[in-house]
């Protein structure tokens, strides 16, 4: 008995003994790729070659009891699959890692199948489970971003994998990555910053063979068909709004597509992997606002208006935003009230543009600016001689794009709204407002 206890006693100090940190792999000075954007990478402190059988029965084992049935990796063995070297990283056992908790956390597995039925899944030790993540568009790929639950100074992740006939059931695995989790905001910022061109699809638009005639670009400019070819109706775009970030064509290259922000489900698509917001609240938070946010960043509103206006340019186009609403959007149209759904539609705001002494008003024909936005090409305005269109970017955001008949051009746009505080508010119960001048110089 003695014996017995004593090789007991040594077991485990040979676990406390494996759980100290290993020397750091030295970085190669790369990054945690995301398309648009570069994390730091966060080393492994440590690494185990875990046998199947420990998971078997059961999810719940803990990390100590995991570790306990585990090979430690030496240092060499840690190094290859952090910097990555497929060759050596061939293991028919699951591989678990253990990393410093930076908070909100991203793992992503990069490696091959050894059999077209085996899958690949990330687990993340909660404090209760191995809590499982998986991309069912990408086996080859498995991006997980998660909150470490155990309130401890490590984090656990286990590379599993599954399903595999036999004698083709190994890991395969090309490289492993660890990094915080840089938030919603930086990634949006970042990508603004980088990508070439930024499209905004607003919800009405659920796939991209319904694409309106002209695309609200937040940076850049491209027409819809160069954008309906790049996606080719991919599905993870259908949801609700979504931002696309694009790197311009080099060369003969075509365009290139960094990511895909679906604003409804809060995640991050793109070769990366997929990449989800890791403390994301269904309930708590309207994806429809992002829109009406990303203006508000561009122009705040005045203390004494409810609405901002903007100019910007994008090749020989001007382009005019207008975002109605201080802290919340305001409806773009006359919302109905009825059972049947046929009252409201007419516009609740107007462009009044002046050129040397020639005045025109422009705004959405048809209920709710079906008939303008239906248009396959631009109007034209002969009075001050340029083609005009409107683009509807979501709730409280619209836009007017003016292209020149000839260059230079100078102009002068202000907006005429009427913000309603309510859904059951009627125009003629609102007060109206009329934003300032902006210039809008073509040259």
Request: proline share 7%; glycine share 6%; aromatic share 10%.
């Given at each position: 008995m003695k014996h017995s206890m004593s090789r007991i006693a040594m077991k485990f100090a040979a676990v406390a003994v494996s759980m100290l940190p290993l020397p750091a792999p030295t970085p190669r000075g790369d990054t945690f790729e995301l398309g648009i954007f570069q994390a730091e990478l966060?080393?492994?402190?440590?690494?185990?070659?875990?046998?199947?059988?420990?998971?078997?029965?059961?999810?719940?084992?803990?990390?100590?009891?995991?570790?306990?049935?585990?090979?430690?990796?030496?240092?060499?063995?840690?190094?290859?699959?952090?910097?990555?070297?497929?060759?050596?990283?061939?293991?028919?056992?699951?591989?678990?890692?253990?990393?410093?908790?930076?908070?909100?956390?991203?793992?992503?597995?990069?490696?091959?199948?050894?059999?077209?039925?085996?899958?690949?899944?990330?687990?993340?030790?909660?404090?209760?489970?191995?809590?499982?993540?998986?991309?069912?568009?990408?086996?080859?790929?498995?991006?997980?971003?998660?909150?470490?639950?155990?309130?401890?100074?490590?984090?656990?992740?286990?590379?599993?994998?599954?399903?595999?006939?036999?004698?083709?059931?190994?890991?395969?695995?090309?490289?492993?990555e660890f990094a915080r989790y840089p938030g919603r905001q930086s990634l949006i910022d970042a990508g603004l910053a980088h990508a070439d061109v930024v499209v905004h699809l607003d919800p009405g638009r659920r796939s991209s063979n319904e694409l309106p005639p002209i695309l609200d670009c937040l940076k850049g400019w491209m027409e819809p068909e160069s954008l309906r070819v790049l996606l080719a109706d991919d599905p993870r775009i259908r949801s609700g709004p979504a931002l696309v970030f694009l790197r311009s064509a080099q060369g003969e290259r075509p365009l290139e597509l960094l990511a895909v922000f679906d604003a409804t489900q809060r995640k991050w698509f793109g070769p990366h992997g997929t990449l989800e917001e890791p403390t994301f609240d269904s309930a708590s938070e309207d994806p429809h606002d992002l829109r009406f946010a990303l203006a508000r960043r561009t122009a705040a509103a005045a203390e004494d208006r409810e609405s901002t206006l903007t100019f910007d340019r994008a090749g020989n186009l001007g382009i005019v935003e207008l975002a109605i609403g201080r802290t919340e959007p305001c409806a773009l149209f006359v919302p109905s009230i009825t059972r049947s759904g046929r009252d409201g539609g007419d516009p609740l705001f107007r462009f009044e543009v002046r050129r040397d002494d020639d005045v025109v008003i422009l705004e959405p024909e048809g209920r709710f600016g079906a008939d303008s936005l239906r248009r396959r090409g631009l109007a034209t305005c002969a009075e001050l001689g340029f083609d005009y269109g409107f683009v509807l970017c979501g709730t409280g955001v619209v836009k007017l794009v003016i292209r020149p008949h000839a260059i230079p051009f100078d102009a002068e746009v202000r907006a005429v709204v009427t913000p309603l505080a309510g859904r059951f508010e009627r125009p003629k119960d609102a007060a109206t407002e009329t934003t300032p001048y902006v210039p809008v110089n073509l040259e």
């Open positions: 966060v080393p492994p402190t440590a690494g185990y070659f875990v046998p199947p059988g420990v998971l078997r029965d059961s999810f719940s084992v803990s990390p100590e009891s995991v570790i306990a049935a585990a090979r430690p990796m030496t240092a060499d063995e840690l190094r290859r699959f952090v910097h990555g070297d497929p060759e050596a990283t061939v293991t028919s056992e699951h591989a678990l890692f253990v990393y410093p908790n930076v908070g909100d956390c991203m793992f992503r597995w990069r490696g091959a199948l050894d059999c077209a039925q085996q899958r690949v899944i990330v687990r993340v030790w909660n404090g209760k489970t191995w809590n499982p993540y998986l991309e069912p568009t990408n086996a080859t790929v498995q991006l997980a971003t998660f909150v470490d639950a155990s309130s401890t100074d490590s984090v656990f992740v286990l590379v599993q994998q599954y399903n595999g006939t036999r004698d083709h059931d190994r890991l395969l695995t090309e490289r492993i």
